[in-house]
């Protein structure tokens, strides 16, 4: 590993099932993904809206100045992604919210980097379709604007488990976003009824009062990491 790049991650010296970086793709099983999601959430709950709350509580004082937000909530998403990622092993407690300062630089400065790389098709395309909007025709622009949002959320499905490769596997900035894609090859579809489930279930918990949503965004939450175990196969 080169410790001069600082949007390299530090390996992950983890158990279970091993998967090279760019390994074959799984499938995904929406159904499974939910009802795996909902036992751990019932197993872990005390413990997941614990870690919700800290997390947000987390993400709400360091967004206070830019710095704090650039510097810090990185630091505690890493956190709250590692704990998410122990529920199945049982080992996740709340101290893991503060593991990525464990090894700071090579933990932050990497999903900082991936975060704003996986910024850039969008602000692109958004940039582009403004620009024929002003120079071309307002009709033309708004339809363009309505392919690249499209565009934009089909990159955002192929990406959504690139944290998880960085924080489970170690792996970089690039490499993440590269495995992510790679995974998911062939899977939108399962990725969009995943996201129409997910939204659905968390809509419902919002519908009871909101007070159903500390239960349903645990549940969707975990059941996105199974999902990452099931492309993965750890």
Do not use: C
């Amino acid at each position: 590993m080169n410790d001069a790049n600082p949007f390299r991650a530090p390996e992950a010296q983890l158990g279970g099932g091993a998967t090279t970086p760019n390994g074959t793709p799984g499938q995904i099983d929406v159904g499974a993904a939910l009802s795996e999601g909902w036992q751990y959430t019932k197993d872990n709950l005390g413990l997941l809206i614990g870690a919700m709350f800290v997390f947000f509580l987390l993400v709400f004082v360091s967004a206070i100045t830019v710095i704090g937000y650039i510097f810090l909530v990185p630091t505690f998403a890493w956190g709250y992604y590692r704990l998410l990622l122990n529920v199945p092993g049982g080992q996740a407690q709340i101290k893991d919210m503060f593991s990525g300062f464990e090894n700071y630089a090579a933990r932050t400065f990497p999903l900082l980097g991936m975060v704003i790389l996986s910024m850039l098709p969008g602000l692109g395309l958004g940039m582009i379709s403004g620009f024929i909007g002003a120079t071309i025709s307002q009709t033309v622009g708004g339809i363009f604007q309505l392919v690249t949002t499209i565009g934009a959320m089909y990159i955002s499905f192929r990406w959504m488990f690139s944290y998880f490769y960085m924080i489970d596997q170690g792996t970089g900035a690039v490499e993440s976003l590269k495995t992510s894609w790679h995974a998911t090859d062939g899977q939108v579809v399962h990725l969009l009824l995943f996201a129409l489930a997910a939204v659905g279930i968390n809509l419902a918990g919002a519908l009871a009062l909101g007070l159903g949503l500390f239960v349903t965004v645990p549940m969707t939450t975990m059941a996105m990491v199974v999902a990452y175990r099931q492309l993965s196969g750890r």
